[in-house]
C-alpha cells in the first residue's frame, strides 16, 4: 500500500474506522481452521454486565475478547448474522499462563456498538491482548436517548473509567490484566472520546454552546429538549491516568465538540490516528488532521484512495450489503479485507510499542 507521508512532528499518513451488530448462531468451521497463521491464540468473547450503584444503579454492559482455550478441537466458532470472516467462540475459557495482559478498552461510534468492531478485537485478541468493546449507556444500537447521543458525551470516557475499574477488581479478568498496560481505542465519536479520556480536552465556552445548540433546536420535539443539560463542567475532567496510548479512528466531531488547539495540545500519551482520506462523516482536514498537527507525541495514517468513514465495520456477507449496503459496500477498488489487515498490523505495532508490550 502506498502511504502519504507528513513530515510535520513525524507523522505518518495511512489508514482505519467502524463495524457492526448481533450475536447468534454457530457457522461449520472448527476450531483447528480458525487459527490464523500469524496469530497464536484462537478468541473467546464473553459478554458481560454490572450495575453502577454510584450513578443510579445504571446497568453498563461490554463484551470481552481474550486468548481463549475452547472446551475441545472439534468446537465451532460463533457466526455473528450480516458479517463474515469473524473467528470468535461465545464462553471459552480464558487461557490460563500466569501472564498478565495488555488492556485496550473500545469505545463504538455514534448510536453503533461495539460488536461492530469484533474483526479488531479478535485482531489484537488472537495475539494476546484483552480487549473490552463498550455499549455505551443510552447511545448504542439497542438503547439510545438523545440525552446521552448528543448531550452528556462526557459519560463515554467517565463510563470507560468506570469498565477499567470493574475489570481490574474482578475476581475473575483482574489476575490477568496488566494495570499498567491499559490503552483506549474508537473509532468516529468514539476515536474523539479516545482522545478525551487520554487528557485532550474541550473548550468550555464551545461545548456549552454545543448543548446549547441542541437545546434550542426546534426541529426535535420540546418534550425531549426540556431536560437536556447546559452544563459544560461534566465535560472537563474525564482524563484517566491508567490509560498509556490512545488510537483513534476517523474522530469526529473535533471543532463541533468544543476540541481546539488549546485543547489538543493537553494531550498527556502517546495517540495514533488513522482515516480514510475520502471520510465524507469525520473529514480528514476538519478532524483527523488537525488533531495531529496539535496533539504531542501523535503519528496521523490516512488511508489513500476512496476509502470512506464505514472501512472500519465487519467485512460483511451477502445479507450484510443488502441490508446496511452503506456501511457494507466499500467504492470500487476498495479491499476491506485488506485494510483491516493493515489496520489490525498498525494497531498492534502502536499499542505494543506505546504500551511497552514484550
Same mark, same amino acid.
Given at each position: 500500500?502506498?502511504?502519504?507521508?507528513?513530515? #510535520? #512532528?513525524?507523522? /505518518?499518513?495511512?489508514?482505519?474506522?467502524?463495524?457492526?451488530? @448481533?450475536?447468534? =448462531? @454457530?457457522?461449520?468451521? =472448527?476450531?483447528?481452521?480458525? /487459527?490464523?497463521?500469524?496469530?497464536? !491464540?484462537?478468541?473467546?468473547?464473553?459478554?458481560?454486565? +454490572?450495575?453502577?450503584?454510584?450513578?443510579?444503579?445504571?446497568?453498563?454492559?461490554?463484551?470481552?475478547? *481474550?486468548?481463549?482455550?475452547?472446551?475441545?478441537?472439534?468446537?465451532?466458532?460463533?457466526?455473528?448474522?450480516?458479517?463474515?470472516?469473524?473467528?470468535? +467462540?461465545?464462553?471459552?475459557?480464558?487461557?490460563?499462563?500466569?501472564?498478565?495482559?495488555?488492556?485496550?478498552?473500545?469505545?463504538?461510534?455514534?448510536?453503533?456498538?461495539?460488536?461492530? !468492531?469484533?474483526?479488531?478485537?479478535?485482531?489484537?485478541?488472537?495475539?494476546? *491482548?484483552?480487549?473490552?468493546?463498550? *455499549?455505551? *449507556?443510552?447511545?448504542?444500537?439497542?438503547?439510545? =436517548? /438523545?440525552?446521552?447521543?448528543?448531550? %452528556?458525551?462526557?459519560?463515554?470516557?467517565?463510563?470507560?473509567?468506570?469498565?477499567? =475499574?470493574?475489570?481490574?477488581?474482578?475476581?475473575?479478568?483482574?489476575?490477568?490484566?496488566?494495570?499498567?498496560?491499559?490503552?483506549?481505542?474508537?473509532?468516529?465519536?468514539?476515536?474523539?472520546?479516545?482522545?478525551?479520556?487520554?487528557?485532550?480536552?474541550?473548550?468550555?465556552?464551545?461545548y456549552l454552546g454545543y448543548l446549547r445548540r441542541w437545546k434550542n433546536d426546534p426541529l426535535i420535539p420540546a418534550s425531549l429538549r426540556k431536560d437536556?443539560?447546559?452544563?459544560?463542567?461534566?465535560?472537563?475532567?474525564?482524563y484517566d491516568s491508567r490509560v498509556k496510548a490512545v488510537l483513534a479512528m476517523a474522530p469526529g466531531d473535533l471543532p463541533g465538540f468544543g476540541m481546539? %488547539?488549546?485543547?489538543?495540545?493537553?494531550? %498527556?500519551?502517546?495517540?495514533? /490516528?488513522?482515516?480514510?482520506?475520502?471520510?465524507?462523516?469525520?473529514?480528514?482536514?476538519?478532524?483527523?488532521?488537525?488533531?495531529?498537527?496539535?496533539?504531542?507525541?501523535?503519528?496521523?495514517?490516512?488511508?489513500?484512495?476512496?476509502?470512506?468513514?464505514?472501512?472500519?465495520?465487519?467485512? @460483511?456477507?451477502?445479507?450484510?450489503?443488502?441490508?446496511?449496503?452503506?456501511? @457494507?459496500?466499500?467504492?470500487?477498488?476498495?479491499?476491506?479485507?485488506?485494510?483491516?489487515?493493515?489496520?489490525?498490523?498498525?494497531?498492534? %505495532?502502536?499499542?505494543?510499542?506505546?504500551?511497552?508490550?514484550?
Amino acid at each position: 500500500m502506498q502511504v502519504s507521508l507528513l513530515t #510535520r #512532528r513525524g507523522l /505518518i499518513r495511512a489508514a482505519i474506522a467502524i463495524l457492526l451488530c @448481533c450475536v447468534g =448462531t @454457530c457457522s461449520t468451521m =472448527t476450531f483447528a481452521h480458525a /487459527i490464523q497463521p500469524d496469530a497464536p !491464540y484462537p478468541v473467546g468473547m464473553k459478554q458481560i454486565e +454490572y450495575v453502577d450503584r454510584a450513578q443510579g444503579n445504571r446497568r453498563l454492559a461490554l463484551t470481552l475478547f *481474550y486468548p481463549a482455550v475452547p472446551q475441545n478441537s472439534s468446537a465451532t466458532p460463533l457466526h455473528m448474522p450480516f458479517f463474515t470472516n469473524l473467528h470468535l +467462540y461465545r464462553d471459552a475459557d480464558i487461557v490460563s499462563d500466569g501472564v498478565k495482559r495488555p488492556l485496550v478498552m473500545f469505545s463504538h461510534g455514534h448510536g453503533s456498538n461495539g460488536l461492530y !468492531y469484533a474483526w479488531f478485537a479478535e485482531f489484537l485478541a488472537s495475539r494476546g *491482548y484483552i480487549v473490552a468493546t463498550l *455499549y455505551h *449507556y443510552r447511545a448504542n444500537t439497542y438503547d439510545s =436517548t /438523545i440525552m446521552y447521543t448528543r448531550s %452528556k458525551l462526557w459519560q463515554r470516557p467517565l463510563d470507560i473509567s468506570k469498565d477499567i =475499574t470493574f475489570l481490574l477488581n474482578d475476581k475473575v479478568w483482574g489476575p490477568h490484566i496488566d494495570r499498567d498496560r491499559i490503552g483506549v481505542a474508537g473509532h468516529s465519536q468514539g476515536g474523539f472520546t479516545s482522545l478525551w479520556i487520554g487528557g485532550a480536552m474541550v473548550n468550555q465556552d464551545k461545548y456549552l454552546g454545543y448543548l446549547r445548540r441542541w437545546k434550542n433546536d426546534p426541529l426535535i420535539p420540546a418534550s425531549l429538549r426540556k431536560d437536556l443539560p447546559l452544563d459544560a463542567r461534566p465535560a472537563l475532567n474525564v482524563y484517566d491516568s491508567r490509560v498509556k496510548a490512545v488510537l483513534a479512528m476517523a474522530p469526529g466531531d473535533l471543532p463541533g465538540f468544543g476540541m481546539d %488547539k488549546a485543547g489538543l495540545e493537553q494531550l %498527556k500519551v502517546p495517540a495514533y /490516528i488513522i482515516v480514510g482520506a475520502r471520510d465524507t462523516q469525520a473529514p480528514p482536514k476538519e478532524n483527523a488532521e488537525f488533531a495531529a498537527r496539535y496533539a504531542p507525541h501523535t503519528q496521523l495514517d490516512v488511508m489513500p484512495g476512496p476509502v470512506d468513514h464505514e472501512i472500519f465495520v465487519n467485512e @460483511c456477507d451477502q445479507d450484510g450489503r443488502d441490508t446496511w449496503p452503506e456501511a @457494507c459496500i466499500d467504492a470500487p477498488g476498495v479491499d476491506r479485507a485488506k485494510l483491516h489487515d493493515y489496520i489490525g498490523n498498525a494497531a498492534l %505495532k502502536f499499542f505494543d510499542t506505546a504500551l511497552n508490550v514484550p
